[in-house]
């Protein structure tokens, strides 16, 4: 039966085709490498494309480009043509997938996919202290509204996006909260301007450089805590250890 499953395992991974929904964004891959699929542009992009590409042989120099394989290394841009080495222009090609039906060789490429549809993500929890005299403390909770623009940006830019995103947002949410007293978490109009502060923050660097538009952040409830931190080195703490030592385990050991 071992056999049998990896059979069909290998024979669902040997396919040569993919599909793009509407609702998704997609990269072809070949070999680790986004492969861009070329367009077809109006006659104006393609006048401004191919400008750009002669601005980019006379930087290089032209008679670069008659010696086979020792082409010059090209700006960001551009990539090459396989067969004449000169320079295209990026705006000739998708890097992000439309919608469509594409064929692939398998193992060799891939169609990888991820849905642009509208998320909300539950961010958790953190505790805050605020500057009373009576060291009170606040556990605040929040959400995040946020959809994915650019596939290419949210895979190659940050590792994992979206938990990457959740820590940073509790990052932002607790630098923005430090300093305030007990009675201005009472106060809705702070709590619309720390939601207002840790947008913008977001925005700066998930928005710009991970690909990812965030519509809101809700912070769904702060209420007073107590909070105590345990520390332990050697066995991890589990419920099952903390009543094993409440009721002295099996040498008798209580702690302190």
């Known amino acids: 039966m071992g056999f049998v499953s990896e059979f069909v395992d290998l024979v669902g991974k040997f396919k040569f085709s993919d599909t793009v929904y509407e609702y998704q964004q997609g990269l072809y891959v070949?070999?680790?490498?986004?492969?861009?699929?070329?367009?077809?542009?109006?006659?104006?992009?393609?006048?401004?494309?191919?400008?750009?590409?002669?601005?980019?042989?006379?930087?290089?120099?032209?008679?670069?480009?008659?010696?086979?394989?020792?082409?010059?290394?090209?700006s960001s841009d551009f990539k090459r043509d396989f067969l004449t080495g000169r320079p295209l222009?990026?705006?000739?090609?998708?890097?992000?997938?439309?919608?469509?039906?594409?064929?692939h060789l398998p193992f060799l490429e891939e169609i990888v996919k991820e849905s642009k549809q509208e998320r909300v993500l539950n961010l958790g929890n953190i505790t805050v202290p605020t500057v009373d005299e009576d060291s009170k403390s606040i556990i605040a909770s929040c959400n995040l509204r946020y959809e994915l623009k650019d596939i290419y940006l949210a895979y190659t830019a940050v590792h994992d996006y979206e938990d990457s995103l959740r820590d940073h947002t509790l990052s932002i949410l607790a630098k923005h909260s430090r300093g305030k007293k007990f009675a201005e978490w009472k106060n809705?109009?702070?709590?619309?301007?720390?939601?207002?502060?840790?947008?913008?923050?977001?925005?700066?660097?998930?928005?710009?450089?991970?690909?990812?538009?965030?519509?809101?952040?809700?912070?769904?409830?702060?209420?007073?805590?107590?909070?105590t931190r345990l520390t332990h080195d050697g066995q991890p703490i589990t419920i099952n250890n903390l009543l094993k030592q409440a009721d002295g385990g099996a040498d008798g050991y209580m702690p302190s």
């Open 30 to 74: 070949r070999m680790g490498t986004v492969i861009g699929k070329k367009k077809k542009l109006s006659p104006e992009e393609e006048k401004k494309a191919w400008e750009k590409e002669q601005e980019e042989i006379r930087i290089q120099g032209s008679w670069k480009f008659v010696i086979p394989f020792c082409y010059p290394r090209l």
């Open 89 to 103: 222009h990026s705006s000739r090609f998708n890097r992000i997938l439309p919608p469509g039906f594409y064929f």
């Open 188 to 227: 809705p109009d702070v709590i619309e301007e720390l939601e207002i502060k840790v947008q913008k923050d977001l925005e700066e660097i998930v928005t710009h450089k991970w690909g990812l538009e965030i519509h809101e952040v809700y912070i769904t409830d702060n209420v007073p805590c107590h909070t």
